[in-house]
């Protein structure tokens, strides 16, 4: 989507469980949406399988760790064009990392993406926490905006 650089702009419908015990304090069960500026909406939640899925106009694909399905499964036998998007192809991410130290590339994970990806659960967690229906992010400045408290039950 061309959005590893940014984030996502709003976050809402938080909904979870936190351990009663406090032995960690990461939700147990969670829910909640996080909007990109161009209206799609990501959806994390522990209710779903593992993995993520794409949905478009013409079906959705599913992907985790080398397992892949699609709906419909004739999805999974087209082929990418020459004119279309490639994305970077790195079997061993530990030999990519040396071999982009010795030549000055970009690896395949690159740190600024991590802490793009790592934000989303960050800001989900916070949301979940505060309780608010609505959480608004500034990816350029990488800051909360002020949003009204939704009250807690």
């Known amino acids: 989507m061309g959005t590893e650089h940014t984030g996502r702009s709003r976050f809402g419908a938080?909904?979870?469980s936190f351990p009663?015990?406090?032995?960690?304090?990461?939700?147990?069960?969670?829910?909640?949406?996080?909007?990109?500026?161009?209206?799609?909406?990501?959806?994390?939640?522990?209710?779903e399988r593992s993995g993520v899925t794409w949905e478009g106009s013409e079906g959705s694909v599913w992907a985790n760790r080398g397992q892949h399905d699609a709906n419909p499964?004739?999805?999974?036998?087209?082929?990418?064009?020459?004119?279309?998007?490639?994305?970077?192809?790195?079997?061993?991410?530990?030999?990519?990392?040396?071999d982009c130290v010795l030549s000055r590339k970009e690896t395949a994970a690159p740190a600024e993406t991590a802490h793009r990806s790592i934000t989303i659960c960050h800001l989900g967690n916070i949301a979940l926490r505060l309780g608010r229906e609505k959480l608004k992010w500034d990816p350029e400045k990488e800051q909360i905006v002020a949003t009204p408290k939704r009250p807690r039950c």
Do not use: C, Q
Not at 27 to 43: C, D, P
Not at 78 to 94: D, R, T
């Open 14 to 16: 938080p909904n979870g």
């Open 20 to 47: 009663p015990d406090e032995l960690w304090n990461t939700a147990t069960e969670y829910y909640f949406e996080a909007i990109y500026a161009s209206g799609v909406k990501m959806i994390v939640s522990n209710r």
């Open 73 to 98: 499964k004739s999805i999974l036998d087209s082929k990418i064009g020459p004119n279309e998007i490639h994305l970077y192809e790195s079997s061993n991410h530990y030999r990519n990392f040396i």
